[in-house]
Each structure stands twice: as C-alpha cells, then as structure tokens.
C-alpha cells in the first residue's frame, strides 16, 4: 500500500489546510474529465483515496498509529472516485471555486429591522426646527434574558446530532460512486447549538414588543416628505443582535394663515378702500413676532409687500426665505344713505359721472377720458 502523506506529497506533520491544497492541485490535474489517460485516473483513485483517509481527523489517527486504515474498504466502489468517508464538496471545491462546506456553522444573532414613522408637525416648527417626543412601537431586547434567549442561569448547548457544524452528512450514490452530501441540522436549523430552556418571556428570540418614547430634533427648513435617519434606533435584533435604524418621514401641517411655496412664506392682508387710497400702517403678527408694515396712498388689491428673511429656514443653507404679504383692498358692501352721499361727492370731485346708477360712457367722465387717450395714439 502507497504511503498517503507521499501521494499527496505532504509532510506527516502537515496541516488539514496543507493536505486539502495538495489534494486539489492534484485532482485538477489527474480528474478523468481533465485528464482522460489511464495513468491519471489510477493515480486519481490513489489521490482520492489519501485525502479521505487524511482529512478525515479520526482515520488519519488510525493511519498515523497504526500504518494501516484499520479495516477501511480499500476498494474503490463504482468508478473508484470516493470512498465511504469522503465529502463531495471537496470534489465540488475543487472544480467550481466555492462550495457548499462552511467554515462553520452560522450565528443566530441577527440585525434589527430597519423601522419608518410618520410624524406630523406644525409650519412654525418647519420654520425654525424643534424637538419632539415621539411613541415607537418597536422590538426592544428581552430585559429577562438580556438577548441571550435562554431562560436566566441557563445557555445554549452543543447540539449533539451536528456536533456544532450546523450540518449533517449522508451517503448517497451517484455517478461517482458514493458520496456524502450535507444539509443544515434539522435539530439545531443549522446553528450548531440548541437552546434547552428558551426564555419564557421573549419564547427564545431574545426580544419583544414594547413601546418607547424618543425624543427627535427636527431640523429647521424641513418639508413633507423629508426623512430624518436617526442609527440605531429602530428594531433590536433576534438574539442580541444590533438594532437597525429608525426613520421618521414629517408631515407638514396646513397653517390657516400662511402657505409655504419652497421656503418663501405668502399670507393675505385685506385693507379698507379708504386706507389703502389714503395709505395707513398696519401690524401683522409673524412667526417672527409683530411687524408693522406701511400701506402707500394709492395702494391696490393684488400688490405685495416683501418682507425679507421671515420665511422658512433654508434646510442646507444659511439664511431664510422671503415673507410675502398680499394685499386684498376691501370694497365697502351695504353702505347707508350718508355713506352713499358720500361715495357720490366723491366720484363727482374725481370726475366720475353716474347717471341712473351707471357709470358715464360720454361727456367729461372716465369714459371719455379712456377715449381720449387712445385717439391720440
């Protein structure tokens, strides 16, 4: 019988890597699919057959001790590619550059969920920014079991069908001959580990629902539809694991005095005929406080009063929007006898001539005037 360690061309003292590299190197140059030649699928067969019996710990023991494999079937069954230990996904490894075989078996901790909430605000906190509490129904960590998942004094246990590799094997035939396939653990679903005394609280995921309260700075200048990211804030993950992130979308809501237009403020003034022909000053109540604004003689419904600054915050940038005011002249409705006097005196010291209730179409009123004008155009 050929010496294993030689037919892989390693040391006896090498390591399970070092025999694994060998093997591989080998096996793409000697596997019948790459090599056709009867030599190389004899020395195939050799090759094989030394890495199942020194990749495997207990019968490389055997080997080492005793010289022999101890009784393991030295035959090579169906084409003589595998024997009765040796894994296919050395095999798969070898050819496709991956393979199903895991370093180890996987971690139950998991990340929280990533969590949105909407969170409704007024126009002036859009203005200048605020803080606000606001209720979470979330996954906090299980304060029983602190995440761990097992009811206080207890932990989890090697799972004794895997032995802690989160796979099983089975031997199956194939066109190989037979080969060992491996699946995730159907006791310990593939974790390596089972959790004798799930924690009562939590039923062994290491958290559960609860409502929290936070607190939120709202940037100045936001908007609907704006998404604050707050790290770290949103579910706890299964088995201790970190939480995911919160986001908070804002809603904006409808001020029933000012409408925002990007980050310029508009509100409506409305102001008598008589002070906006006059001309006035009035005081308009701001998210800035009181500002008075004056109303020129001769000031017409529809004009705009600029005030600078007293907008919305800009969200990136320095400085604010623009407070614009509109002013809506107010025509008198109802007026009594002594109003309409004097409402006519008037429209007959400007000229204006009303005849039965209508306003002239001729003689020296607007009229004419509107006539004369376009005549000498």
Request: glycine share 14%; with cysteine.
């Amino acid at each position: 019988m050929s010496n294993h360690y030689e037919v892989l061309g390693v040391s006896q003292g090498a390591t399970g890597e070092e025999i694994k590299k060998a093997y591989r190197k080998l096996a793409r140059r000697l596997h019948p699919d790459v090599n056709p030649g009867d030599d190389a699928a004899e020395e195939f067969k050799l090759v094989t057959r030394a890495y199942e019996v020194l990749s495997d710990p207990q019968k490389r023991r055997v080997y080492d001790t005793t010289g022999n494999e101890n009784g393991t079937d030295t035959g090579y069954p169906g084409a003589g590619y595998s024997g009765s230990g040796f894994a296919f996904q050395d095999i798969f490894e070898t050819f496709f550059g991956g393979g199903g075989q895991q370093s180890g078996a996987p971690s139950r901790v998991r990340r929280g969920q990533d969590a949105l909430i909407n969170v409704r605000i007024d126009l002036k906190d859009a203005v200048f920014g605020a803080n606000k509490k606001i209720e979470v129904d979330t996954a906090e960590v299980c304060p029983t079991c602190d995440g761990s998942c097992c009811q206080p004094g207890t932990s989890p246990r090697t799972c004794d069908i895997c032995g802690g590799s989160g796979q099983v094997q089975r031997a199956v035939r194939s066109i190989l001959g037979q080969v060992m396939t491996s699946a995730p653990c159907g006791t310990c679903q593939g974790y390596g580990t089972v959790i004798p005394s799930p924690c009562h609280e939590c039923s062994g995921e290491g958290r559960i629902r609860a409502r929290r309260t936070l607190t939120i700075k709202v940037p100045a200048g936001v908007g609907t539809g704006t998404r604050i990211q707050l790290s770290g804030q949103g579910e706890a993950g299964i088995a201790g694991g970190p939480q995911g992130d919160l986001y908070v979308e804002i809603r904006v809501n409808t001020d029933s005095t000012f409408l925002r237009d990007g980050d310029d403020l508009h509100v409506t003034l409305s102001v008598p005929m008589t002070a906006a022909a006059l001309g006035t000053s009035v005081h308009l109540d701001t998210y800035d406080g009181d500002q008075e604004l004056t109303i020129k003689p001769g000031t017409q419904s529809g004009e705009i009063l600029t005030l600078r600054g007293l907008g919305v915050t800009h969200l990136r940038n320095q400085g604010r929007g623009d407070l614009r005011v509109h002013l809506n002249v107010e025509t008198p409705r109802n007026v009594d006898h002594q109003q309409e006097e004097l409402l006519r005196k008037l429209a007959e010291l400007r000229n204006e001539e009303y005849t039965d209730g209508q306003l002239a179409s001729s003689g020296s009123g607007v009229f004419a005037r509107l006539r004369e004008r376009l005549g000498n155009r």
